[in-house]
Each structure stands twice: as C-alpha cells, then as structure tokens.
C-alpha cells in the first residue's frame, strides 16, 4: 500500500521485540516513500505515541457505558420497588392476622425477601447516582442467617447447610446489603455446584486478629462440590 500510494497513516500496537517484558505501547505512523534523483528508494517515517490518548478514550468509553447502565437501573430499579410496595404491605397485614404459626413464619420470609429487595433497589440507585453506600456497624450473625433462611428453601435436594456464627454479638463496618449479597452468591454456587449429588454447605464465623494486632472478623464458606 506504501509503494503504490506513496503515503501510508494508522495506528499499531507496538512490543520491543528485544524487551518482551515492556508493555504495549501505541503508535500513531505516518510514512512517506519517495525516490531520490538516483532512483533509490527512501521512507520517511513519523512515530508518535499515542498510549495516553488510547487509554483516555477508554476510560471515556468506560464512562459512557456506565452512565448508560445508571440510567437503565434507575428506570428498573423504580419498577422493581413499585412491585415490592404491595407485597410488603400486603404480606404484613396477612403476618398481623394469621393464626397458623407455620405460615406465620412463611410469611414473614415473604416479608424479610421483600424488605431485602428494596434495600436492592436503593443499592441499584445509589449505584445509578455513581454514590457512595454507607458503612455502619452491622451484626454479622444476624445478616448471615438471613441469608441462610432464604438460601435453605433454594438448595438442591439433597444439600444440608451447616453453621456456627459465633460470637453472635460480633460487629464490623460493612454496608448490610453487600454483606447479604455476599453470603448468596457464595451460597448460590455451592448449591450449584452440589446440584445432583448432594452435599453440605458450611459456614463458620470466627474472631481473629491481622498482623498488626486488629481484631477481625473471619468468615469460612466451604462446601463438598466439586470445582
């Protein structure tokens, strides 16, 4: 293409073929080829390296495509928590009339699920407004065995859960909706990953100290999956 039309402009990706270890780098080329009065063949060649434009145009990108997922959240997120308002509300009143104690305990799952998902929706909104969640001091124990009262009823056959949260008083500084969010997703995975065969899914909660001396808590997810 140089040859024939004298000119030649693009961009490459570019490795020092001597120094395989350095990163990529990007080049902007432009070549000129031209003959010189005794016929021979010569090619001027400018470089410029265009690695920060490059990056900069996709952080640019990057955020495009955030602000288009904050929009479609939001938009989701209102009709998500439009649909949970008469489920709470509804789920309640059977709660403060029911007789039965077993569907009492049915409905106050339902009305515990409920509550969650709008705490949903306010994480998919404040992740919509690109904002910070607020940390406070959570009780471990108690959003643990949250989660595990919904995971129990979506386990595979088959698959017992095990756990010992202890001490129960125990606090750190998390944000309730990630840490629940947290324990389904582990959970959820090792329900996958024992699906057909059975198996036990464990949880163990346990004081412990960093190597400056802190005093943490440790969480132990373990099941008899494979993978």
Known sequence: ??????????TRAVRCPERPADPIWHADLALKSFRSTDYRRFTIAIVRDISHEIELEAKLQHAQQRETIGTLTTGIAHDFGNLLTPILALSKEAHASCASPELAKTLGEITSAAERGRQLVRSLMTFSRGTDRSSRKTHVAQVIEEALSLLRSAMPPGVTI???????????????????????????????????RGGVLRVIMELCRDEAGAQKVRLVVTDTGCG
Do not use: C, F, S
């Open 1 to 10: 293409e140089l040859l024939a039309a004298g000119t030649w402009r693009g």
């Open 162 to 196: 095990e756990h010992d949260l202890t001490p129960r008083d125990a606090q750190v500084k998390a944000e309730p909706m990630q840490l629940h969010q947290i324990m389904m997703n582990l959970g959820t995975n090792a329900g996958h990953a024992m699906r057909g």
